[in-house]
């Protein structure tokens, strides 16, 4: 195209210079010249233009090139896996760790078909998650495990207009605890289990299923009476109200089905939510029966001990260690005090005592517990009462309490004190029989000896007969006084 017009540019110059004068002529020259020239410059700029374009390219493809060196490292960097492959099942992205998932290199998986490429791919769990996602377009998420290291992974799948989006992240650890925790819940036999609203039915775990003696992996809704009998409905309602948002479950349940004695479970569920599967009810069934057979037993102790408290002939009381209020007393007690049992419940143990008593009291209670203490007490009416206590601390409803039992032992002390002033009365008789006796009789027995006839004169001895009188007298006073003492004790003997 340039060669043609530096010719046509010679060639009219040529016809010009034949046809003009000499001054067209060089203007003519002139014009060729100039057309020659942009000819010329035209020709040099078409040659140069390619590899001016030719430099910009292999710029771009430098740049691309870095661009994809960085990516490439940036991807392998990632300990996380990802992948991405169109509606058909091509791979169009997938890093090392993604790759390793198939056992294959990324290489190996880029630009192609994953069924074609990958050996035994539609029987393997993770090659059936992707057609299934693939399918339905619904996004799932699932723990698989490596052939070559018995790693595990967690699988999400991410459905989109353009294919499917797959993210892996390595869960060994988290997986060892997980089975940890199933062999720690099949020794204490809790079960996991989850809801499917569509299907209205329970997928269970295997200790689930053991405990409910069930041999497929779900209960419908309609089989609930079969197995929980009276209380189905109100699992069932439970669930539905869960499923609506409405709080959660925690129920007490027996299964009546497979047992010839109905087993306790607990049953706990709450609503939760998450990206892939949205609300999802999930739930635990735990094995209580050994709990529940406790509490039983533990009942049928507490109502012995309730009978023991109450049948005892001797008053009892349980009173709270921070109010002092009394929080039961036996049918003893209150008959004892004079109260009925509605009097007694929450009335200050305080009232008990008689005045001045229960501070003393306070003082013992905290180092003697279980040792005899000696207090006065007052009925209702008043009248005081001495009573042998015995107390030791309790626990009441996860509280401190005290346990009291108050035996009347005002009588008993009564007998004591009246033996002892028969033993003072007993010492006061001997100690005048060896003292006061003893005088009068010494000296009638030496009188006695002086009027013998052989020595006695009448006429001058006659006071030793006065003496005589004066000392018998004396003795009959006071063995009268002996006789009215030896009395007042047989008074006292007889009260």
Known sequence: ????????????????????????????????????????????????????????????????????????????????????????????????????????????????????????????????????????????????????????FELSLYPGAHGVSMYSKEITKEEEALRLLELTNQVARIGGWEYLPKEQQLRLSPVARDLLKLKDQVLPLEAFPEFFGEKSTELADAIRKLVNGQGHIDLEIQVIKGYSKPLWVKIIAESTQDSISGKRILGTLQDIQGRMAYQEKMADTAQQYRSLFDLTPVPMWTFDAKTFKIIAANDAAAKEYGYNQSELVQRPISQMFSPGVFSQFLKQIGTQSSKALISEHRRKNGQLLYVEMYFTEIEHEKAKAYLLLARDITERLNNMRAIESQNQRLREIAWMQSHKVRAPLARILAIAQLVEPEYFDPAHDKHLIDEICKSAHELDQILMEIVQRTESNGKDKAV
């Not at 233009?49 to 390219?57: G, M, Y």
């Not at 993604?98 to 069924?115: I, N, R, S, T």
Request: proline residues 3%; positive net charge; contains cysteine.
């Open 1 to 152: 195209m340039v060669s043609l017009l530096l010719l046509a540019g010679a060639a009219f110059i040529y016809w010009q210079q034949r046809q003009l004068t000499q001054a067209g002529q060089g203007y003519i020259l002139v014009m060729g010249l100039l057309i020659s020239v942009a000819g010329g410059f035209a020709t040099w700029h078409l040659l140069n233009q390619p590899i001016r374009l030719q430099k910009q390219v292999d710029n771009q493809i430098q740049a691309v090139s870095q661009l994809n060196a960085v990516y490439k490292e940036t991807v392998e960097r990632i300990s996380d896996g990802f992948a991405s492959i169109d509606p058909q099942g091509k791979v169009l992205l997938c890093n090392r760790q993604m790759a390793h998932l198939f056992e294959m290199d990324p290489a190996q998986l880029l630009g192609k078909v994953l069924q074609d490429s990958v050996p035994q791919f539609n029987k393997t769990t993770l090659g059936q998650a992707i057609l299934q996602t693939l399918k339905s377009g619904k996004g799932q998420s699932l723990h698989i495990q490596g052939n070559s290291d018995a790693k595990w």
